[in-house]
């Protein structure tokens, strides 16, 4: 048996690190304290291999409703707070113009 044993709050920091995030666009802001997010990535097509862009959208939690459509905002995993909201905002990395 190894004698290196993690304390709960260890282990809590070592979960809230392997969290996903994502950076986006948010495109949507009329719901109450939730903001839909764009997330383009690029993935390679199955029979060609070229690029091809793929946008998700995610429903993300936003407290304070600051934030406005066109904004760049980073999103993180969190536990399922409604029927489609697993993320909430965590930054704003740049506000629209």
């Known amino acids: 048996m190894s004698e290196e044993a993690t304390t709960p709050i260890e282990s809590a920091a070592d979960d809230r690190s392997a969290r996903k995030e994502r950076e986006g666009t948010v495109v949507s802001n009329k719901m109450d304290k939730t903001?839909?997010?764009?997330?383009?990535?690029?993935?390679?097509?199955?029979?060609?291999?070229?690029m091809i862009l793929q946008t998700?959208?995610?429903?993300?939690?936003d407290e304070a409703n600051d934030v406005n459509i066109g904004?760049?905002?980073?999103?993180?995993?969190?536990?399922?707070?409604?029927?489609?909201?697993?993320?909430?905002?965590?930054?704003?990395?740049?506000?629209?113009?």
């Open 35 to 50: 903001a839909v997010v764009a997330v383009v990535t690029r993935v390679p097509h199955a029979k060609y291999n070229k």
């Open 71 to 97: 904004d760049k905002v980073r999103v993180m995993e969190t536990r399922a707070l409604s029927k489609k909201k697993r993320w909430r905002v965590t930054d704003v990395l740049e506000r629209a113009k």
């Open 56 to 61: 998700t959208k995610l429903y993300a939690h």
